[in-house]
């Protein structure tokens, strides 16, 4: 692996239905983040965690929910999901402390029905 | 008002032509910019970063920020069809909890066109 890779690439998901996004990272990068990005809306942060064992929320946490159990994974949990859900997922990671740019895995589409 | 606004385009340029993509911003609290480029149906890339006012170079692209004029810029020289994609600013600043998050525009898209 080099970089950040994320599963499912895509899914079709039915309302009501919990689905895990998955993220993993192998560069050691101590921060995590989750972005959902809509036409028109831009990227916009879900939820961050700046080190393993810590989370925070962002701009549109509600719904969602993660865990940052040790340095490599950030799953993204979706309880029961809605169709205004739908979206593409973004996983990035920050270097360092003291670093300010974050670098994007592939993606997950999402679209729930 | 969004925090940062760019102009959603679509731009088309014939090749070799020099282009300029935009943003302004609001929040004087962003430090650092950055300028994403995302080609379709992939993650954004991260294309060049900088910190103080003034011009960064990397190859072909100059970056331009200008903090007293809220107002960032992404000059690309001897535009080539391989340069059409969709073209994001992101801004900088600190989350109360530590760390920083990244604001960003909602993307140009660019068409270099042979």
């Known amino acids: 692996i080099a970089g950040i890779t994320q599963a499912p690439t895509s899914q079709i998901l039915a309302a009501g239905r919990r689905m895990t996004l998955r993220c993993t990272q192998d560069?050691?990068?101590?921060?995590m983040y989750w972005y959902r990005q809509d036409l028109g809306l831009g990227l916009r942060l879900i939820h961050y965690?700046?080190?393993?064992?810590?989370?925070g929320k962002g701009e549109v946490p509600d719904g969602y929910s993660v865990s940052r159990a040790n340095t490599d994974d950030f799953p993204l949990t979706l309880a029961s999901a809605v169709p205004s859900q739908t979206s593409v997922y973004f996983c990035?990671?920050?270097?360092?402390?003291?670093?300010?740019?974050?670098?994007f895995g592939p993606g997950t589409r999402l679209t729930v029905t | 008002q969004k925090e940062v606004e760019q102009d959603p385009g679509p731009l088309s340029v014939p090749e070799g032509a020099i282009v300029s993509l935009n943003c302004t911003y609001s929040?004087?609290?962003?430090?650092?910019f950055m300028w994403y480029r995302q080609y379709s149906r992939k993650g954004p890339e991260l294309l060049m970063y900088t910190y103080s006012s003034g011009n960064k170079e990397d190859g072909r692209f100059t970056a331009q920020v200008d903090k007293s004029s809220k107002y960032i810029s992404l000059f690309i020289r001897d535009s080539q069809p391989s340069d059409s994609a969709t073209y994001l600013c992101?801004?900088?600043?600190?989350?109360?909890?530590?760390?920083?998050?990244?604001?960003f525009g909602t993307g140009t898209q660019l068409k270099v066109e042979l």
């Open positions: 929040n004087s609290a962003f430090q650092y």
């Open positions: 965690s700046n080190t393993a064992g810590t989370t």
């Open positions: 990035a990671s920050r270097p360092r402390d003291g670093s300010y740019e974050q670098y």
């Open positions: 992101a801004m900088s600043a600190i989350l109360t909890g530590g760390g920083n998050k990244l604001t």
């Open positions: 560069m050691r990068h101590n921060a």
